[in-house]
């Protein structure tokens, strides 16, 4: 069973950053692009970020030009790098394996899981 765990989140002032863990306990990037959500109290959870196979990523616009999303494959490993938070940035982040033609196949376990979450808290 594959398992992933986030990491990272914490208190940070407005305007600050924060780098945000996702670490898979197998290396499963040959098969599953990856993604990062959030949510905050009372809203529905939103992605904001995906890495596909091929490399490419995309963004939310609310985030798109602050946050990046980077793939470490040594270290079986998926980084949320924010920058510039803003209050409307607190939420707990997720991190959850995006359907392709083979991950949910090799990995049935990841569908529709999103690890336990990590809290980000942003305030003046």
């Known amino acids: 069973q594959v398992t992933l765990v986030e990491s990272g989140g914490g208190t940070v002032q407005v305007g600050g950053c924060a780098r945000l863990?996702?670490?898979?306990?197998?290396?499963?990037?040959?098969?599953?692009?990856m993604g990062w959500y959030r949510q905050a109290p009372g809203k529905e959870r939103e992605k904001i970020s995906n890495?596909?196979?091929?490399?490419?990523?995309s963004y939310e616009d609310s985030v798109r030009g602050r946050f990046a999303i980077i793939q470490d494959n040594a270290k079986n490993t998926v980084y949320l790098l924010m920058t510039s938070l803003e209050i409307e940035d607190t939420a707990v982040y997720s991190c959850?394996?995006?359907?392709?033609?083979?991950?949910?196949?090799?990995?049935?376990?990841?569908?529709?899981?999103w690890g336990p979450g990590t809290q980000v808290t942003v305030e003046s």
């Open positions: 959850a394996a995006e359907w392709t033609s083979t991950c949910f196949v090799e990995y049935p376990e990841l569908r529709g899981y």
């Open positions: 863990s996702c670490e898979t306990s197998k290396y499963i990037f040959t098969k599953c692009g």
């Open positions: 890495i596909n196979l091929d490399g490419t990523t």
